[in-house]
């Protein structure tokens, strides 16, 4: 109990301080505007290219199906991104690394602390991005769903999974130099295409599918869209197979094997580092 304790303790001060850091570069209403107008900017862009392509206009399920998992993909990529750098931040630019890792502080709970502003961030991008598609576009959302037990179970067994999978790749980070500083990006960007987000799994080529079925964020997203849209459920037939109960049991599951996975990475390359010698060097080259 003193552990967890101790550990509720380190991640609440991180997220302070990870906030503080995000925040003080610029005034309030700065901030605010940031965090609405980049969402809306991706969002046209990801309008004008269905617009294009297919022609059909937001009353196209398929538009549904990709404008509902993009929204939610964002909280992924910015958390995969943001806890995963703050090793890359605090040893490389800010070199404080050594001072946490020598301090009676679970690192896995600093590290996940620190890139907690980012999460909330993210949500409020993908809130700003699904109020557009509502109020702008005409997309058939229902907000009652947001309250849904689906919507909600599956929301938080969500970004518990993509904050063990971060926590996983911050780990790689302590054990790599800085060149591989796009390490959480380019996972985002991998899973972004296999998680369903804006192809249906079926779609997907060359056996692509199969891993698709093994990711928790491809139950994830399906789970947020469910009660959003259920149109948009219709566009994957093996995920519109599977009962709103039995969805959650395999997104469960497979969050708590990520999760675990991803902090038994974290301490392995943690251990390995501390043998090394290597936790706290720079690696400007």
């Known amino acids: 109990m003193i552990g967890v304790a101790r550990a509720a303790r380190s991640f609440r001060s991180a997220a302070w301080l990870g906030w503080s850091v995000d925040t003080n570069w610029a005034d309030p209403v700065t901030i605010g505007t940031l965090l609405v107008v980049r969402p809306l900017a991706a969002t046209m862009l990801l309008v004008l290219i269905f617009e294009v392509a ?6 196209d399920p398929r538009f549904a199906h990709l404008y509902v998992g993009t929204a939610f993909y964002t909280i992924l990529g910015a958390t995969l991104h943001a806890i995963s750098f703050v090793v890359m931040d605090d040893r490389e630019r800010y070199e404080t690394i050594r001072v946490v890792a020598t301090s009676p502080v679970p690192l896995a709970a600093y590290v996940a602390g620190r890139g907690l502003s980012s999460l909330v961030n993210s949500c409020v991008g993908a809130g700003v991005i699904l109020a557009f598609g509502s109020l702008a576009l005409g997309l058939p959302l229902r907000p009652a769903g947001l309250l849904s037990p689906l919507f909600l179970a599956g929301f938080g067994l969500g970004v518990a999974s993509a904050v063990g999978l971060a926590i996983g790749l911050a780990g790689v980070h302590l054990v790599t ?34 891993l698709a079925r093994l990711l928790p964020f ?3 997203l399906e789970a947020l869209r469910r009660p959003l849209v259920p149109e948009a459920s219709a566009c994957s037939p093996t995920l519109a197979a599977i009962s709103d109960a039995t969805l959650l049991a395999i997104l469960a599951v ?8 991803g902090l038994a990475l974290f301490r392995a390359c943690e251990r390995s580092a501390r043998r090394r010698g290597i936790l706290d060097a720079r690696t400007d080259h």
Do not use: M
């Open 177 to 210: 130099a800085r060149h591989h500083y796009l390490l959480g990006e380019s996972v985002a960007g991998v899973l972004y295409l296999l998680s369903g987000a804006i192809f249906p799994i079926e779609a997907l080529p060359f056996g692509a599918d199969r």
């Open 254 to 261: 497979s969050s708590a094997a990520l999760g675990a996975g």
């Open 54 to 59: 297919r022609g059909t206009g937001s009353a």
């Open 218 to 220: 491809t139950y994830w």
